[in-house]
């Protein structure tokens, strides 16, 4: 088979997978070589929920030996099987790179007879890169469930970024759609990559030299909607994996159906609102200090899809508001709606000097469409609230396609840099 057939089919497998941002890589590697992650002219370009659009996101290989019941790749399934070489991948990234089309690498894998030897090829590719290229662009591996701990230690030392996909919300929705996962192995992988780098910060901290260990950090992906788990127990399922493993971040994929699904998928995608209110209640908890029952309840297990999460809470609180900018903590400012960390920094600094007007806040360009409800500043009340309903009901249909339009606009932004007028060029 023609290397761009190969590419062709190996990029498209690749699409499912939404875990590529390359944000948050801080390698200093040597300036020697070709390409670096930081400066150079090289820009990232982000959809909302942080998926990056500038890497070569390929699979090595579309075989695989296991039938996860979601999976376009899985052994059952009747697509057109391609497998790259380890110098094919590596020369493709090479020649995409020399031709400024990406920034770096973003390379998973079908499983080709065992975990560990999957994994070794990909390191072989990482390794090759950087080693025999001198590659110092951005290499993000998706590791293959049940690797070695060597194995993963050693990919970690080549790739900015690591990823161990934890695949459904549940350990009982693993074992109904893809037995041979392990929730178990899956997160002993995630513990594995977080002891590594724990101990390559407390070599650095005894002022030790030790070799670069994934300096992204990690990631995990959930697909969303393929069972009726509700979005609590996604939540908290994510809540559970920051704190356990330290992951930059979990990135949500709503289902796709896929051809020839058996009865235990749905037959259709859930709506893509749902995987961006799970991104907004993502960045509640990491960044806002919420926990999951103040977003979602027993009583209510699932975000409301015609308001984001922030509003919707702020509603259901009426005491707590307004709040007035030029008293409150930073925590109580970050709970109005329509204020983001930068606006809160931004009044915190400005509190420093003088009392803010409505005025500042319109100029620190605050969505005050959220934020005028709950809201005082020295010369504007918004009064108590008092009639929550009333409020929800003036609010929910703008917020609503303020969401449609921001759910549309995500799904655009879908990975795959390589563009077929791209591959003219290069073939
Ligand atoms: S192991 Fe990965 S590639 Fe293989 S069937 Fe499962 S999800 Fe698909």
């Known amino acids: 088979m023609e290397i761009k057939q190969k590419l062709f089919i190996l990029a498209d497998a690749a699409k499912y997978d939404a875990s590529c941002s390359s944000s948050g890589s801080k390698a200093k590697r040597d300036s020697k070589g070709l390409g670096s992650t930081e400066g150079n002219g090289i820009c990232h370009s982000y959809t909302p929920d942080g998926r990056c659009v500038s890497l070569l996101k390929i699979l090595l290989t579309n075989h695989c030996i296991y039938d996860c ?7 059952s399934s009747d697509v057109q ?11 493709l990234t090479l020649n995409f790179y020399r031709r400024n089309y990406i920034e770096g ?17 990909m390191i072989q590719v990482a390794k090759s890169l950087r080693d025999e290229h001198g590659f110092k662009g951005y290499i993000h591996l998706k590791t293959i469930p049940g690797a070695s701990d060597e194995l993963l230690t050693q990919a970690g030392l080549y790739a900015d970024r690591l990823s161990v996909n934890i695949e459904l919300p549940t350990a009982a929705d693993l074992e109904k759609l893809a037995p041979e ?21 407390n070599d650095k901290k005894k002022g030790l030299k030790p070799p670069i260990f994934t300096p992204a950090g990690q990631t995990t992906q959930m697909i969303i909607g393929a069972t009726p788990t509700p979005d609590k127990d996604i939540l908290n399922t994510s809540v ?17 159906p896929i051809p020839h699904a058996d009865s235990r998928l749905p037959g259709q995608s859930p709506p893509l609102i749902r995987e961006h209110r799970l991104y907004q209640a993502d960045w ?19 975000l409301e899809l015609d308001i984001d999460p922030k509003t919707a809470w702020a509603i259901r609180n009426p005491a707590y508001f307004p709040v007035d900018v030029n008293r409150a ?66 609010l929910r249909p703008s917020l609503a396609n303020e969401a449609t ?23």
């Open 69 to 75: 019941r979601y999976c376009v790749n899985r052994i």
């Open 181 to 201: 996962k392990k929730r178990l192995a899956l997160e002993r992988n995630m513990a594995e990559v977080n002891n590594k780098s724990l101990e390559i910060l």
């Open 81 to 91: 099987r391609a497998r790259f070489t380890v110098e094919e991948v590596v020369n």
């Open 284 to 302: 509640m908890l990491r960044f806002y200090e919420y926990s999951v029952s103040e977003i979602v309840s027993e009583a209510h297990p699932n």
């Open 405 to 427: 339009a921001t759910a549309t606009s995500d799904t655009e932004c879908k990975t795959v840099a390589v563009k077929p007028t791209q591959l003219q060029l290069l073939f």
């Open 105 to 121: 690498l973003f390379l998973s894998s079908g499983i080709i007879g065992n975990s560990d030897y999957t994994m070794e090829q």
């Open 329 to 394: 903590s930073r925590q109580q400012l970050l709970r109005i709606p329509g204020l983001g960390l930068k606006s809160v920094d931004k009044i915190l600094r400005i509190r420093r000097y003088r009392q803010l007007k409505l005025q500042d806040l319109l100029t620190l360009r605050i969505i005050w469409k959220r934020a005028q409800a709950f809201t005082i500043t020295v010369d504007y009340h918004p009064g108590q609230l008092t009639d929550s309903a009333k409020l929800a009901a003036r």
């Open 240 to 256: 559970n994996l920051y704190e356990k493993y330290r992951l930059r971040r979990v990135y949500y994929s709503a289902f796709s």
